[in-house]
């Protein structure tokens, strides 16, 4: 059994280290901050995020990412999109040879408009090619505290995603794999451009009925730039795509869901990150994801609403009654 790092103790980052001690991996756990792993250390505490939960005592609390890395064969990088860059090229001086190194971050590069496996390939060098993406419908909070999911692991390496399923595989949390990494990341990322969308229209009260729309329109607009980047279409149906969609769309557990209700009520973009106290990536991939659009032909309407209620450039109102003023067409169009 692989030894397992999680670099990144935000409440998917405890999650995963639960996971894979209950999977019965030997785990560590690195964090930033000196002060906030020595509370970890003393109380064994999740937060107030994941309900006060109790982290396994054998989970190794790191605050040297070489010591957290050593003799590892998992190493997951669960920190913000934008933060991937900086933390893989942190990792890469220590990332034993033959690791495999799995995103679970939900995102693009700003500027670049990269996938973070791309992100991380580039920081980690030739010699670290084992790499993975793992994304579904993850709410941390149920999973920490027990409850049944499901997930996805790709790789272009069949053999990575195994290694990674069976990592963190347990009776309550199972893992399929895929090859189609392109999919995966995309399905995860944009899907929370869709669920700032829902989060305003339930913030609207626009009702099942329209969310439900929104959320099918949503996702063939996903599916279209996925299509158009070489992505398998069948992933979109799949826990990466719809799965991760209908969790996060409808949970009041989702961040992107309630800083979509945020932005329905008119609060400013930069207060939501501080009431969330967690990173809403749909904020900054909302017009990463119309520029990749942009960038391969493909027409994202909910997702040029959304980036532009966050630019301040319209109301979420004025941004409904577009969308439901768009020419007519068919619904595989």
């Known amino acids: 059994m692989d030894e397992v790092a999680i670099l990144g103790a935000g409440s998917w980052g405890m999650t995963l280290a639960m996971l894979a001690r209950g999977a019965g991996s030997r785990t560590r756990l690195w964090m930033r901050d000196p002060e906030a792993a020595r509370a970890l250390r003393s109380t064994g505490l999740t937060g107030r995020r994941l309900g006060g939960m109790q982290i396994p005592p054998d989970v190794v609390i790191e605050t040297n990412v ?65 790499i993975a993406a793992l994304s579904g419908p993850n709410l941390a909070p149920e999973i920490a505290a027990g409850k049944h999911a499901a997930t996805v692991v790709a790789s272009r390496d069949q053999a990575v995603a195994d290694r990674v399923a069976k990592g963190f595989t347990s009776p309550r949390f199972r893992i399929y794999t895929s090859l189609d990494v392109t999919g995966v990341e995309l399905g995860g990322a944009l899907k929370n451009v869709i669920a700032l969308a829902a989060g305003m229209a339930d913030g609207l009260d626009a009702g099942e009925n329209g969310k439900a729309a929104l959320m099918c329109r949503g996702l063939a607009e996903i599916s279209r730039l996925g299509v158009a980047m070489g992505a398998d279409p069948l992933t979109f149906a799949g826990l990466a795509g719809m799965g991760d969609m209908i969790a996060t769309c409808a949970s009041p557990l989702s961040r992107n869901h309630r800083a979509g209700r945020m932005l329905a009520d008119g609060v400013p973009v930069q207060e939501i990150r501080s009431r969330l106290g967690e990173v809403a990536e749909g904020i900054p991939t909302a017009a990463a994801a119309v520029a990749l659009g942009r960038r391969h032909g493909v027409d994202l309407p909910i997702a040029a609403e959304v980036a532009a209620v966050i630019a301040g450039a319209t109301r979420p109102e004025e941004a409904v009654e577009r969308l439901m003023g768009r020419d007519l067409r068919a619904e595989r169009d």
């Not at 913000?80 to 893989?88: E, F, M, Q, T």
């Not at 990792?91 to 995103?103: E, F, H, N, T």
């Not at 920081?123 to 670290?128: K, T």
Request: charged letters at 20%; hydrophobic letters at 50%; one cysteine or more.
């Open 66 to 130: 070489d010591a957290a890395l050593k003799g590892a064969g998992i190493v997951v990088f669960a920190v913000p999109c934008a933060a991937i860059g900086d933390v893989s090229r942190l990792a890469a001086r220590s990332l034993p040879v033959g690791a495999v190194a799995v995103s679970v971050a939900k995102g693009l590069e700003q500027g670049s408009l990269r996938q973070m496996t791309e992100v991380m390939r580039d920081a980690l060098g030739e010699r670290h090619s084992g």
